[in-house]
């Protein structure tokens, strides 16, 4: 017999992982320690509901620790009791009703688990829906419009795309690759579309084609009674608006979504800037002149940042940069002409370098020049939605740049600084409350990040989150931006339900109630369902 002892045993974290910043999700120790004894037997009669395409695992064996490691490996030390690999959203009901019974929490898991806090694990019944990679396409038989952009003809709602919750970033590169066929998704390959989706879904097309939530159609859900239903505009449509920016694990889990895609043929226009430090200044007051100039041009993207990485002073002052990068559905002689205040600045070097970097490319050529894994290995971000009136000043950049000069170092390659993702174009054309994501009147979302190796000391690990919160601080040091992203959860925000959802959150409150009125999909900053 396997007691509710051995649950919680599984997930102890010990004196080592607290000294990293570990956290364990509360609900899901709470939901464990109030279990009553889970047996063998209990088991075996999970193992015996799944279809023959889904397997069990118990914590033991080489796929058990596979599957159980997140990707932000702070969270390592939180292990699941068991692993369900799902197959079918049958297996997904199986698996909820069965942990209901048990009296364990159950928690999906897309793939590698990137839930930044750490969301995606569970000392409970661990949901990974990895094999659940299909992807369907339906083209629309007629009346799609299309429109050229320069070198770029695209046809708007070319037709439907159904992807399963195991499905990647990454998954759907081919289908822009090999037949021009796209959704808007985020920069990281290995991110699973669901937390996506789910949480809003920035990336380097939002502004053209909105956020990867507002291509959604509709998306089939199991929720906490392990029924499946299907949301969608006619269907369920308070749950549909709720899985459009409501972020994960709040109404039940999701198996599937349906989006419009677009049908490309032609090049778009890619740039990628780098400059010393020395530059920070000049750099961030230009694109941020820029991005305010383009808000209202879907056909421009970019991601700002700075960053540095190293482990000694020597090694971090040299590595510190200040970066842009981005793509542009236009002519490269346009794009040159967004991109000239950007281009004027830094060394003789560095300008020449900058202006070669602008050229026409391939869409898929584009997606794998601005894919990106970041942050890996151990880190933690906190972030915050910027609008006209909050923008970064001189003197704001000054003090990050200075700190980022006192980051404490690590042996993860991925350092530490901060980016700024610009927002506007179609993202903003949707109102506030038609979705679950709130932030439609923004410039930038903002993230602030450090991160730190398996390998480093304890003491690596507690230097970097001091200096994260000092980093933060140091940015803005008498108030706090009003709103964060909720697909950048940071478990020490405070007013999370206002900066993540704003004046959604009410109506995310009676969603929950009506969808899952016992609170079973928990976690420290689910919605709340009483």
Same mark, same amino acid.
């Given at each position: 017999?396997?007691?509710?002892?051995?649950?919680?045993?599984?997930?102890?974290? %010990?004196?080592?992982?607290?000294?990293?910043?570990?956290?364990?999700?509360?609900?899901?120790?709470?939901?464990?320690?109030? #279990?009553?004894?889970?047996?063998?037997?209990?088991?075996?009669?999970?193992?015996?509901?799944?279809?023959?395409?889904?397997?069990? !695992?118990?914590?033991?064996?080489?796929?058990?620790?596979?599957?159980?490691?997140?990707?932000?490996?702070?969270?390592?030390?939180?292990?699941?009791?068991?692993?369900?690999?799902?197959?079918?959203?049958?297996?997904?009901?199986?698996?909820?009703?069965?942990?209901?019974?048990?009296?364990?929490?159950?928690?999906?898991? $897309?793939?590698?688990?990137?839930?930044?806090?750490?969301?995606?694990?569970?000392?409970?019944?661990?949901?990974?829906?990895?094999?659940?990679?299909?992807?369907?396409?339906?083209?629309?038989?007629?009346?799609?419009?299309?429109?050229?952009?320069?070198?770029?003809?695209?046809?708007?709602?070319?037709?439907?795309?159904?992807?399963?919750?195991?499905?990647?970033?990454?998954?759907?590169?081919?289908?822009?690759?090999?037949?021009?066929?796209?959704?808007? &998704?985020?920069?990281?390959?290995?991110?699973?579309?669901?937390?996506?989706?789910?949480?809003?879904? /920035?990336?380097?097309?939002?502004?053209?084609?909105?956020?990867?939530?507002?291509?959604?159609?509709?998306?089939?859900?199991?929720?906490?009674?392990?029924?499946?239903?299907?949301?969608?505009?006619?269907?369920?449509?308070?749950?549909?608006?709720?899985?459009?920016?409501?972020?994960?694990?709040?109404?039940?889990?999701?198996?599937?979504?349906?989006?419009?895609?677009?049908?490309?043929?032609?090049?778009?226009?890619?740039?990628?800037?780098?400059?010393?430090?020395?530059?920070?200044?000049?750099?961030?007051?230009?694109?941020?002149?820029?991005?305010?100039?383009?808000?209202?041009?879907?056909?421009?993207?970019?991601?700002?940042? /700075?960053? $540095?990485?190293?482990? &000694?002073?020597?090694?971090?002052?040299?590595?510190?940069?200040?970066?842009?990068? %981005?793509?542009? !559905?236009?002519?490269?002689?346009?794009?040159?002409?967004?991109?000239?205040?950007?281009?004027?600045?830094?060394?003789?070097?560095?300008?020449?370098?900058?202006?070669?970097?602008?050229?026409?490319?391939?869409?898929?050529?584009?997606?794998?020049?601005?894919?990106?894994?970041?942050?890996?290995?151990?880190?933690?971000?906190?972030?915050?939605?910027?609008?006209?009136?909050?923008?970064?000043?001189?003197?704001?950049?000054?003090?990050?740049?200075?700190?980022?000069?006192?980051?404490?170092?690590?042996?993860?390659?991925?350092?530490?600084?901060?980016?700024?993702?610009?927002?506007?174009?179609?993202?903003?054309?949707?109102?506030?409350?038609? $979705?679950?994501?709130?932030?439609?009147?923004?410039?930038?979302?903002?993230?602030?990040? $450090?991160?730190?190796?398996?390998?480093?000391?304890?003491?690596?690990?507690?230097?970097?989150?001091?200096?994260?919160?000092?980093?933060? #601080?140091?940015?803005?040091?008498?108030?706090?931006?009003?709103?964060? !992203?909720?697909?950048?959860?940071?478990?020490?925000?405070?007013?999370?339900?206002?900066?993540?959802?704003? &004046?959604?959150?009410?109506?995310?409150?009676?969603?929950?109630?009506?969808?899952?009125?016992?609170?079973?999909?928990?976690?420290?900053?689910?919605?709340?369902?009483?």
């Amino acid at each position: 017999m396997i007691d509710r002892r051995d649950v919680l045993r599984a997930g102890v974290l %010990g004196t080592a992982a607290g000294a990293l910043g570990l956290q364990v999700p509360e609900s899901a120790a709470a939901a464990a320690e109030a #279990a009553g004894p889970v047996g063998d037997r209990d088991w075996k009669r999970l193992a015996e509901a799944l279809s023959p395409g889904a397997t069990l !695992y118990r914590p033991h064996g080489s796929v058990y620790q596979s599957l159980a490691l997140p990707f932000n490996h702070r969270y390592a030390g939180i292990r699941p009791a068991g692993i369900v690999a799902c197959a079918t959203t049958r297996d997904v009901s199986a698996a909820v009703r069965w942990a209901r019974e048990a009296g364990l929490p159950a928690v999906p898991r $897309t793939g590698l688990g990137h839930n930044y806090a750490g969301y995606s694990t569970t000392t409970g019944l661990l949901l990974n829906m990895a094999r659940m990679k299909s992807i369907v396409s339906t083209p629309m038989p007629g009346g799609a419009r299309s429109r050229v952009y320069g070198p770029m003809k695209v046809v708007h709602d070319a037709g439907t795309l159904t992807v399963g919750a195991g499905v990647t970033n990454g998954d759907l590169h081919p289908l822009l690759e090999d037949h021009g066929m796209f959704v808007p &998704t985020g920069r990281c390959p290995s991110v699973g579309v669901a937390g996506l989706v789910l949480g809003g879904g /920035i990336g380097f097309s939002d502004k053209m084609f909105g956020l990867t939530c507002d291509r959604l159609v509709s998306t089939t859900v199991v929720l906490a009674d392990g029924r499946a239903v299907k949301a969608g505009k006619d269907s369920h449509p308070d749950l549909f608006w709720a899985c459009r920016g409501g972020a994960g694990n709040n109404f039940g889990v999701n198996t599937s979504f349906t989006f419009r895609y677009e049908q490309f043929e032609g090049t778009v226009g890619f740039y990628q800037l780098r400059w010393n430090l020395d530059s920070v200044l000049p750099v961030v007051a230009a694109a941020q002149h820029i991005a305010q100039d383009t808000a209202g041009d879907r056909r421009f993207h970019l991601r700002l940042g /700075i960053g $540095t990485s190293g482990m &000694t002073r020597t090694q971090i002052h040299a590595n510190a940069n200040v970066n842009a990068i %981005g793509q542009f !559905y236009g002519t490269v002689q346009e794009l040159r002409a967004i991109l000239d205040p950007l281009l004027k600045i830094g060394t003789a070097e560095e300008r020449a370098r900058n202006s070669a970097s602008v050229r026409q490319v391939t869409p898929g050529e584009a997606s794998v020049l601005l894919s990106a894994t970041t942050p890996i290995d151990r880190f933690a971000t906190k972030s915050a939605i910027l609008d006209s009136s909050t923008l970064l000043t001189d003197q704001q950049v000054s003090a990050a740049a200075e700190r980022l000069l006192d980051w404490p170092g690590s042996n993860n390659e991925d350092g530490a600084g901060f980016a700024m993702f610009a927002l506007g174009g179609e993202i903003n054309q949707v109102p506030p409350n038609a $979705t679950a994501f709130v932030h439609r009147n923004d410039l930038f979302v903002f993230a602030a990040e $450090t991160s730190w190796a398996d390998y480093d000391l304890s003491s690596v690990a507690d230097a970097n989150l001091h200096w994260l919160k000092q980093f933060y #601080a140091d940015i803005f040091p008498d108030k706090s931006p009003e709103h964060a !992203y909720q697909n950048f959860p940071d478990p020490t925000l405070k007013n999370w339900r206002q900066a993540y959802y704003g &004046t959604n959150y009410p109506r995310l409150v009676n969603v929950k109630r009506k969808y899952d009125p016992t609170g079973f999909f928990n976690y420290p900053q689910a919605i709340d369902a009483s």
